[in-house]
Nanobody, 122 residues
Framework: QVQLVESGGGLVQPGGSLRLSCAASGRTFSSYYMGWFRQAPGKEREFVAAINLSGGARMYSDSVKGRFTISRDNAKNTVYLEMNSLKPEDTAVYYC???????????????WGQGTQVTVSS
């Protein structure tokens, strides 16, 4: 089992950048594939990015490809989401999650953090 805690959210102007972090407890972090999802008010939770065990394989949604970068540091039990060129439509609560595969479907993730709010507004 793994517990996940996100941080790094906040208010940023359009075109700005933020880096989200997700710290995992437990000694098994490196055995989990990790993903980021987001949920805007009134909308379903949507896939953002995922990364494999070593960090050598990544996948992104079309809406963030080229702007967001997912990475992980297994020594620090942490996964990151670097977000650049932010747009108002990126506003959402961002969640990190752990899975047993490189997945883009929320139902395939077993563990979730509590989320961190990202607001993109001038």
């Amino acid at each position: 089992q793994v517990q996940l805690v996100e941080s790094g959210g906040g208010l940023v102007q359009p075109g700005g950048s933020l880096r989200l972090s997700c710290a995992a407890s437990g000694r098994t972090f490196s055995s989990y594939y990790m993903g980021w999802f987001r949920q805007a008010p009134g909308k379903e939770r949507e896939f953002v990015a995922a990364i494999n065990l070593s960090g050598g394989a990544r996948m992104y949604s079309d809406s963030v490809k080229g702007r967001f970068t997912i990475s992980r540091d297994n020594a620090k039990n942490t996964v990151y989401l670097e977000m650049n060129s932010l747009k108002p439509e990126d506003t959402a609560v961002y969640y990190c999650a752990a899975s047993n595969g490189l997945e883009d479907k929320a139902r395939l993730y077993d563990y979730w953090g509590q989320g961190t709010q990202v607001t993109v507004s001038s």
